[in-house]
């Protein structure tokens, strides 16, 4: 069974760093596109980034220039690393995976971790 774990989440103050793991347990991540999407209280789950299987990728403008996806073949997971952290980037952080979708649909992704917490705040 198809099993993704995110990790990382946290309490940071604004300007600060966090990165964000996702292990997947059942496949292998560089045979699928991997995104990562963001859900605030209140809000829709809206897209971050994405990595596609051959290694391009996407992000929402606004995270671009502070956010990077990555995946380490080795570990089988990917990462977002998150600089610069804003008060407005405070969501629960999904990893989702999909074998054929590439887009910022949440809707076509197929396969979902269980969320990690990043709160930005002073």
């Known amino acids: 069974q198809v099993q993704l774990v995110e990790s990382g989440g946290g309490l940071v103050q604004p300007g600060g760093s966090l990165r964000l793991s996702c292990a997947a347990s059942?496949?292998?991540?560089?045979?699928?596109?991997s995104s990562w999407f963001r859900q605030a209280p209140g809000k829709e789950r809206e897209f971050v980034s994405a990595i596609t299987r051959g290694g391009n990728t996407n992000y929402a403008d606004s995270v671009k220039g502070r956010f990077t996806i990555f995946r380490d073949r080795a570990k089988n997971t990917v990462y977002l690393q998150m600089n610069n952290l804003r008060p407005e980037d405070t969501a629960v952080y999904y990893c989702?995976?999909?074998?054929?979708?590439?887009?910022?649909?949440?809707?076509?992704?197929?396969?979902w971790g269980q969320g990690t917490q990043v709160t930005v705040s002073s």
């Open positions: 989702a995976a999909d074998r054929f979708y590439i887009g910022v649909e949440a809707r076509g992704y197929n396969y």
């Open positions: 059942e496949f292998t991540f560089s045979t699928y596109t």
